[in-house]
């Protein structure tokens, strides 16, 4: 009987939902899940040990095991070591310990797995200077750098939507006054549309009617996510700027006009100009890239070198 085929487990934590991937370490899916959290139970850990104990009877023993979840990731890649809300049950859980692993479970924060799984096998293949944006409730972000993830001193680096676009705007959750996530997040639609829209959905299919009122809205919106673009493009100067999240499923009513505004706002030496794609790995890229980032820590599996 042939050995089992070696590959690496990718476990992607939210709210809602717990998203898995088997992944060879030449990027073959060879599986993927979702089960649900359950995050208001105190003892939801766990399902993540019985998830990969039932990945691991099919498939044999996993080569390595990566995990992404929200908030600071620890340096060390033990731990998320700061988590507030209602997974706050993450911080301060070492994962290795915790599954009773020899080998390091590396632990990344859920954007920047995400974005290491598309630059791995998704929109940005290949690419080496990379930002993503996701789009939804709020708006998340990560960089990479040269090959290398942004993360900063505490983990902090990468939170694009806390960018501060109006120094005289609200304060958002993080205290950034006027940022790019109350510009363009969902959480604030209601406010920012006088009452009129519950969800960004909804404006948008108003602004896809005609409704001129939801276009001044809408338009606003995008030109807002326009500035922000350019500004990071002069800071971290990436190839490709990944659009994700919810409200990328506008499509053309996003792309279009936000495409419009960058002729506008984006300073191009010679000619050059950012790449602005929407995400190709959809809601199972953060557990991709994690698989990605445990391959990436077990260099004995890495031959040839996967790159960054």
Not at 103 to 112: R, T
Not at 167 to 178: E, H, L, M, N, Y
Not at 205 to 229: F, P, Q, T
Not at 283 to 291: C, D, F, K, Q, V
Request: with cysteine; net charge negative.
């Amino acid at each position: 009987m042939p050995d089992p085929q070696p590959y690496a487990i990718g476990i992607d934590i939210g709210v809602t939902n717990v998203k898995s991937v088997c992944v060879t370490p030449g990027g073959q899916i060879l599986g993927r899940d979702s089960i649900v959290t359950d995050a208001d139970n105190p003892e939801w850990p766990h399902k993540i040990n019985r998830l990969i104990d039932s990945i691991e009877q099919e498939r044999g023993s996993a080569n390595a095991i990566g995990i992404a979840a929200p908030g600071l990731a620890a340096p060390d890649g033990s731990q998320i070591s700061w988590m507030q809300g209602r997974l706050d049950a993450v911080q301060g859980l070492n994962w290795t310990e915790f599954l009773g692993r020899q080998k390091l479970v590396p632990v990344l924060n859920d954007a920047q797995a995400a974005l290491l799984g598309e630059v791995w096998l998704g929109a940005a293949k290949g690419a080496t200077n990379v930002a993503l944006l996701t789009l939804g409730t709020g708006v998340g972000g990560a960089l990479m750098v040269d090959g290398h993830l942004l993360k900063g001193h505490i983990g902090r680096a990468g939170h694009l939507g806390h960018i501060s676009l109006n120094p005289d705007g609200a304060r958002d959750i993080v205290k950034t006054p006027g940022s790019l996530e109350n510009a363009m997040g969902n959480c604030t639609i209601s406010q920012r549309s006088g009452g009129r829209f519950a969800s960004t959905h909804e404006l948008i299919a108003a602004y896809e009617s005609g409704d001129a009122e939801a276009a001044k809205i809408w338009l606003r919106s995008v030109h807002l996510l326009a500035a922000g673009i350019a500004s990071l493009s002069n800071v971290a100067d990436p190839q490709v700027v990944i659009i994700g999240g919810g409200i990328a499923g506008a499509e053309k009513s996003l792309f279009d006009p936000l495409r419009a505004k960058l002729e506008e706002f984006e300073w191009r030496p010679h000619g050059q100009r950012v790449q602005i794609v929407p995400a190709a790995l959809g809601e199972y890229a953060g557990a991709i890239g994690a698989a990605r980032n445990a391959l990436l820590r077990s260099k004995e599996l890495l031959s040839p070198p996967l790159g960054n």
